[in-house]
């Protein structure tokens, strides 16, 4: 594991015209905000020799920019390392509040084929904060006809005759590797309360999540989860109901989840990564979704 790459990355980020000033940021240089002081501590107590034992978690890096526009539009840039980092691209996401959500899957896809084809190999943070710098005004322009998704999702319905028409409940059953990332996890319990999506995540290997709620809404939690870095991530299932219009009850009534929540089933295994799957049985069949396990898992629950 590359331990000293994921260092020297930290220190010449910090290095490079970073300051820890307010968030409105009007100075042109970029705010740095390292979420996790104790992990870049272990981090370098570990490369330096001074603990022989791995590292626990891995650190976090907030980059906060302005870019050069007329609006002045804030992104932020967020840099997870993985473990064998700089030979793996760390996990990096950036968020503006005026994207919508194709042109913001764009620009991460845009993003990481930039990354994977000039970076991989090296550190690349600083890359991927000048690509940001350099390329994201042009999404922003093509966004400008265009309206974000956020808060729209409910009220959609009403803009059109058509598009009452064409709304539908839908319920996602995704499929991934694994789910250890702290950051991850975060994200897909926030962006799920933020598109009022309900169902569950369950972290581990294998990783399991379920998100069900409008339709627009699951296909926004999906384009923003799928440009995320994994091993491996697909839908192993999906369900799709049309709806009356004026149908924000019989959404509701179509859910077989209160909330969205983590779940985890007595996890076991050298690294606790393993979860009882015939608890997670138990959990889908209590909600109606048992048959679900068997596209999963190939097996039949008990």
């Known amino acids: 594991m590359s331990m000293k790459g994921t260092c020297s990355s930290s220190v010449t980020v910090q290095a490079v015209r970073c300051t820890s000033g307010p968030a409105d940021n009007t100075s042109g240089e970029d705010e740095l905000e390292i979420t996790d002081q ?5 981090l370098r107590e570990y490369v330096e020799g001074s603990v022989m034992s791995l590292p626990r978690s891995r650190p976090q890096i907030l980059i906060k920019h302005k870019l050069d526009t007329a609006k002045g539009v804030n992104v932020t840039i967020s840099c997870t390392y993985t473990p064998d980092y700089p030979h793996v691209l760390p996990d990096v996401t950036v968020r503006c509040p005026l994207l919508g959500r194709s042109l913001q899957a764009k620009l991460h896809s845009d993003m990481n084929i930039f990354l994977s084809e000039n970076c991989l190999g090296e550190v690349c943070v600083l890359s991927a904060v000048e690509w940001v710098k350099d390329n994201a005004h042009m999404y922003l322009m093509d966004d400008s006809t265009s309206s974000p998704t956020t808060c729209l999702i409910r009220n959609q319905s009403v803009s059109s005759p058509q598009s009452k ?39 581990g290997k294998p990783g399991v999540i379920c998100v069900e709620g409008s339709r627009l809404a699951c296909e926004d939690f999906w384009a923003r989860v799928k440009v995320l870095t994994w091993k491996k991530i697909l839908i192993r299932h999906r369900e799709d109901v049309n709806m009356k219009e004026g149908c924000l009850d019989e959404l509701d009534s179509l859910r077989r989840f209160t909330g969205f929540e983590e779940v985890v089933f007595d996890p076991h295994g050298n690294r606790r990564n393993h979860m009882d799957l015939g608890q997670l049985y138990q959990y889908l069949n209590q909600r109606g979704c048992g048959e679900v396990f068997q596209l999963y898992f190939g097996i039949e629950g008990r």
């Open 38 to 42: 104790l992990a870049v501590a272990e």
């Open 165 to 203: 028409a064409k709304e539908q409940f839908s319920r996602l059953w995704i499929y991934c590797h694994h789910i250890y990332n702290k950051t991850k996890r975060k994200n897909i319990l926030e962006w799920s309360k933020e598109l009022d999506l309900s169902g569950f995540s369950m972290p």
